[in-house]
């Protein structure tokens, strides 16, 4: 079964510095896709960076991109020139292709520190 | 509509009473999916809806629970007779193709049973 790992329960960064939350997955499967949702204080969940498994190059999304390493089944969020806005929870999630389930990590807080 | 929404924002219900939970899903996404978020936790999948395909209600944690979507569009997750446990955030996504894409979140209903 696949399964979504954040061993991070809680970072805090320094606002305008760098970050990089962790996620790891397990599965089989060769064809999936990954995601980072951000869920703010308001509930509402809001796609943050999706990575496609075919693709070798990291997607990137203004101040937000990904180290994806297929082999070690990794896929990190690094946040860059972080702002207070940035504070939220942070829910990795993975579907394998072709179907509409999806494994969501446990969520790493993010704290911003002025 | 622009989003997804959701009501109401906040149920507080005593033990042994029913609720119904309604999502609206944004205009023409033909997938639509429940989840539950409890405290320090991940989203559970509930169950998920597919066009007029059958339902998917494998996450679905007992009997108690059961969902509806009318006419492809809005959705009511019923929970009868409530226990403590079922206390939780229910978040509501809406996706425009079943698989691997993006889902739209609603800003959830906040459900505290007494």
């Known amino acids: 079964a696949q399964t979504v790992t954040q061993s991070q329960p809680e970072m805090s960064v320094q606002e305008a510095e760098t970050v990089t939350l962790s996620c790891t997955y397990d599965t089989s499967e060769s064809d999936y896709y990954l995601f980072w949702y951000k869920q703010p204080p308001s509930r509402q969940m809001i796609l943050v960076i999706r990575?496609?498994?075919?693709?070798?190059q990291n997607a990137t999304e203004n101040r937000f991109s990904v180290n994806f390493q297929k082999a070690a089944k990794s896929f990190s969020l690094k946040i860059s020139d972080s702002q207070l806005g940035d504070a939220a929870m942070y829910f990795c999630a993975y579907s394998t292709g072709g179907t509409y389930k999806y494994i969501f990590g446990t969520g790493t807080r993010l704290k911003v520190l002025a | 509509g622009a989003g997804v929404s959701q009501s109401p924002s906040n149920k507080v219900t005593e033990k042994g009473k029913d609720v119904e939970l309604r999502c609206d899903p944004i205009s023409g996404h033909t997938a639509l999916y429940w989840y539950r978020q409890s405290l320090g936790q991940g989203l559970e999948f509930l169950i998920y809806?597919?066009?007029?395909?059958?339902?998917?209600k494998s996450g679905l944690p007992s009997d108690r629970f059961s969902a509806e979507r009318t006419g492809g569009s809005v959705s009511t997750l019923t929970i009868q007779r409530t226990q403590q446990e079922d206390s939780a955030v229910y978040l509501c996504?809406?996706?425009?193709?079943?698989?691997?894409?993006?889902?739209?979140f609603g800003p959830g209903t906040r459900l505290t049973v007494t």
């Open positions: 990575q496609e498994a075919y693709k070798q």
């Open positions: 996504a809406s996706s425009s193709l079943a698989f691997s894409y993006e889902q739209y």
């Open positions: 809806f597919q066009g007029n395909s059958a339902p998917d």
